[in-house]
């Protein structure tokens, strides 16, 4: 039989190969220039965030400025200088009776518009007080400092000084509370289920169920949240304990079924070696099967809580994202979390606000690299290969 | 009394005792008594025994406290039930030491008691979905005393805000431009992720080095685990503008709450979940079917196409389930970047709203817990629970049919 081939159509079957490989690296290629795309811009919004600006100025503490902070400033001053400023001045008089009558010349926060104005961003400034910024700048007497009171202070409506503090102390308070309740009944859920369950109708169940589980939309975990142990528990709303359980109860499934995988991942050998010794189960599980696969236990642990520090939806649900300036002080005072404070500055309307976000993202994401970071090396450290 | 403080003494009260417990028993099975006898098991064996007949009972009895206060039946005071739970963790300790003797299997009774408790860790899951289920049903079944079940499926207005507590609600939630809304923003998510996570895994399964793949998989996993607040604020503040200005480019006019730019960015968003399920099936495909066909003389492109792709698709018709589940139940991108006003419209550039906005709506709101607009938001999460059950049974279905036929 002889075999008769149109080099036409094999011309056309190569081109469409070629095509096809093509196709297939644009692809990934094009999901990697979102991704560099997507950091590069989040960056560069942030930045700015940074750095906040400050204004060298004569602080006059007279009998006015008890009253009221702003008497403190000459008058064209007193609009440049952060409220968050101005409204301290009264109580450090009150406080320190010796500083009435004194000037003192110091840095200060400058109020937002000075802010993104120095940063050459739009502001609402008017054209005077632009050319005595314009001034101020020339002689000195503004600059763009640090902004250490980012990483110092909580919530605030004034964009100055706003802080990411009292979130991230939440989120390590909802964080502990998650890790507490998540870890045991995960680690006991995937040994149950390895090492001691029958094989009957009833696990396979259990076994679909928590695939499901891991699959449910956060939001309906809001939802089982606000109605189980809001309403019907009475934990105190907004708080760090209602968002930590919902959130462990969400996390539940990652840990499960991770756990299960590092269980799963030790040799028959390993047992037989315990049981033949004359361990019972219990105990060869306690001295063999779980030291051994810790790593990996704690590897899908701190993946799954890098998961929860970033998840929002639920916690919007259980109250978590109210305006709270002050960190909580226990487990049942109202708090706020990370991505529940990058939400509520991301819905503000003042554009000092979004840099703000943008800086809110970045330590989001530098605390779930590094909790990533910390699970990878955990794994390739201590991971055993059979 | 508060409860944290009720927990604080009932543990104060408790740890010390099973202490107590552990060196009582352990001491009582050196004494004299039993001397020339050999014990079942090993002295730590009595001791946990002990402890957990100290424990158990109390701990036992605070939970059911716990549960009745809690349903309102009876109402336990504080003091009372920190004393009622330490007598009994006494009277469990005394019963512990009465018992403790050579026949006495102490570590069969403690072993089991572990693994019941193991068991009942298990049965946590279940009772997490039955919770989801029960409350969003329950609230959902409030909702639908008010609202009928017809008029909210079929109705084309959404418009909650003229529904007030008392007054008449027909005709106010219709549902139907939220669930046109999520599909269409669905359907956007769909259209970017499913060609770049399908390409992405069979480069990756088929064609890429070992190095590459080392490097590409890892960089995708990262689109997968930034946070979705990450995204919804990318949405809003980057892509939606760079819509809007495309769109006034060819002369149309578009929404800055579009539902082109959620949809895209949930694309992005969902590539990682289609390529790394994709790229599983496909490499567990036997490398038989595909020496056949390149025996045949087939190009590689044509083996994929032919051979690989339709013997892996239950497998990828899987990973397009879950990934339409997680594009339906996804939050955040759509509260950030998607509108806040129902729209029954098929034009992307205008603003539509989604059921998950809905739902984050109704509680971030001023309105009373108990007040129809809230209530929606439970018939909203109850239409969304049951469409995402339904998605990810049947994608679990059919990938494990897909792995028995192959693995």
Redesign the interface.
């Known amino acids: 039989m002889q075999i008769s081939i149109d080099p036409k159509q094999l011309k056309r079957?190569?081109r469409?190969?070629r095509m096809?490989?093509g196709?297939?690296?644009?692809?990934?290629f094009?999901?990697?220039a979102?991704?560099v795309f997507?950091f590069a811009?989040?960056v560069r919004?942030a930045w700015s965030a940074f750095e906040q600006a400050e204004l060298r100025v004569e602080l006059h503490y007279n009998e006015e400025a008890k009253e009221m902070g702003d008497y403190a400033l000459s008058e064209e001053m007193s609009y440049l200088v952060s409220r968050g400023v101005t409204r301290l001045i009264p109580n450090q008089m009150r406080e320190n009776r010796s500083l009435l009558g004194t000037t003192q010349e110091k840095w200060v926060l400058a109020d937002a518009e000075v802010d993104q104005y120095l940063k050459g961003k739009p502001n609402r400034l008017k054209k005077k007080e632009r050319q005595l910024v314009d001034r101020l700048r020339d002689e000195g007497h503004a600059r763009l400092a640090f902004n250490i009171g980012f990483f110092e202070n909580g919530d605030s409506k004034l964009p100055e000084m706003a802080g990411i503090w009292a979130a991230a102390v939440g989120s390590m308070y909802v964080l502990i509370i998650t890790f507490l309740f998540s870890f045991?009944?995960g680690v006991?859920?995937a040994?149950?289920?390895e090492e001691?369950?029958p094989d009957n109708r009833f696990m396979q169940?259990?076994e679909?169920?928590?695939?499901?589980?891991a699959?449910?939309?956060?939001?309906?975990?809001?939802?089982?949240g606000?109605?189980?142990f809001i309403?019907?528990?009475?934990v105190p709303r907004s708080s760090a304990l209602a968002g930590g359980l919902t959130l462990s109860?969400m996390t539940?499934?990652v840990i499960?079924i991770s756990t299960r995988a590092a269980i799963l991942a030790i040799p028959d050998s390993i047992r037989e070696g315990a049981l033949a010794l004359g361990a019972?189960?219990?105990q060869m599980v306690l001295t063999n099967v779980l030291p051994l696969s810790l790593p990996g236990i704690l590897t899908g642990t701190i993946i799954g809580l890098?998961?929860a520090?970033?998840?929002?939806?639920p916690l919007?649900?259980v109250?978590m994202?109210a305006y709270i300036p002050e960190a909580p002080d226990g487990f049942?005072s109202a708090a706020t979390v990370l991505?529940a404070q990058?939400?509520t500055w991301?819905?503000d309307s003042l554009r000092a606000f979004?840099e703000r976000?943008?800086a809110g993202?970045i330590v989001?994401?530098a605390v779930?690299l590094l909790m990533?970071g910390v699970a990878i090396y955990l794994r390739n450290k201590y991971e055993t290969k059979w | 009394m508060e409860t944290s403080k009720i927990f604080l003494y009932l543990f104060c009260g408790l740890i010390p005792l099973a202490v107590v417990a552990y060196f009582l028993a352990t001491k009582k099975t050196y004494s004299v008594k039993f001397e020339g006898e050999t014990f079942q098991s090993t002295p730590g064996s009595y001791g946990w025994y002990a402890i957990v007949c100290t424990l158990f009972p109390a701990l036992l009895a605070s939970f059911l406290a716990a549960i009745l206060q809690l349903t309102g039946i009876v109402e336990v005071p504080g003091t009372a039930l920190i004393a009622t739970a330490i007598a009994i963790a006494a009277g469990g300790l005394w019963v512990a030491l009465m018992t403790i003797k050579p026949s006495l299997r102490a570590r069969a009774i403690v072993e089991q008691l572990i693994v019941k408790l193991l068991f009942v860790a298990s049965l946590v899951s279940i009772l997490t979905t039955v919770g989801i289920v029960l409350s969003v049903t329950f609230e959902a079944i409030k909702f639908f005393d008010m609202v009928s079940l017809w008029d909210f499926l079929t109705g084309t207005t959404w418009n909650p805000d003229e529904a007030v507590a008392g007054k008449d609600t027909q005709g106010v939630f219709g549902s139907i431009p939220l669930f046109a809304g999520t599909f269409m923003i669905t359907g956007i998510a769909m259209l970017v992720a499913v060609p770049i996570g399908l390409f992405s895994a069979i480069c990756m399964a088929e064609y890429a080095s070992p190095t590459f793949r080392k490097i590409a998989k890892p960089a995708l996993e990262i689109l997968a685990g930034i946070p979705t607040v990450v995204y919804g604020f990318f949405a809003a503040i980057t892509v939606s503008p760079m819509v809007v200005s495309a769109a006034e480019f060819f002369g149309i006019e578009a929404d800055f709450t579009n539902a082109l730019a959620p949809g895209l960015v949930m694309g992005v968003m969902i590539i990682p979940l289609i390529s790394s399920l994709s790229d599983d099936v496909i490499t567990s495909v036997p490398g038989s079917l595909r020496e056949g066909s390149l025996a045949m003389g087939a190009y590689r492109s044509e083996t994929i196409k032919t051979v690989v792709l339709p013997a892996a698709l239950p497998g990828i018709v899987s990973a397009f389930l879950l990934a339409v589940s997680r594009a339906v139940g996804e939050t955040m991108i759509v509260v950030m970047a998607a509108g806040l006003r129902a729209n029954l419209t098929w034009n992307p550039l205008e603003g539509m709203t989604t059921v998950t906005v809905r739902i984050v709506d109704a509680f971030t709101g001023d309105q009373a817990f108990d007040s129809p607009e809230t209530l929606s938001a439970f018939g909203l999460g109850l239409v969304l629970l049951v469409v995402t059950l339904i998605l990810n049974v049947i994608s679990l279905v059919v990938i494990r049919r897909f792995r028995q036929q192959y693995e």
Do not use: C, K, Q
């Open positions: 079957r190569e469409r190969d096809f490989v196709y297939s690296y644009a692809a990934i094009l999901a990697g979102f991704l997507f811009d989040i919004t045991p009944l006991a859920t040994i149950y289920l001691f369950a169940i259990i679909v169920n928590i695939n499901n589980l699959a449910i939309p956060s939001i309906l975990f809001g939802l089982l606000l109605s189980i309403n019907f528990m009475g109860l539940l499934p499960i019972t189960r219990w890098a998961r520090i970033g998840e929002t939806a919007m649900i109250g994202m049942t991505p990058i939400y991301s819905s979004t976000t943008s993202i989001l994401l779930m990533n």
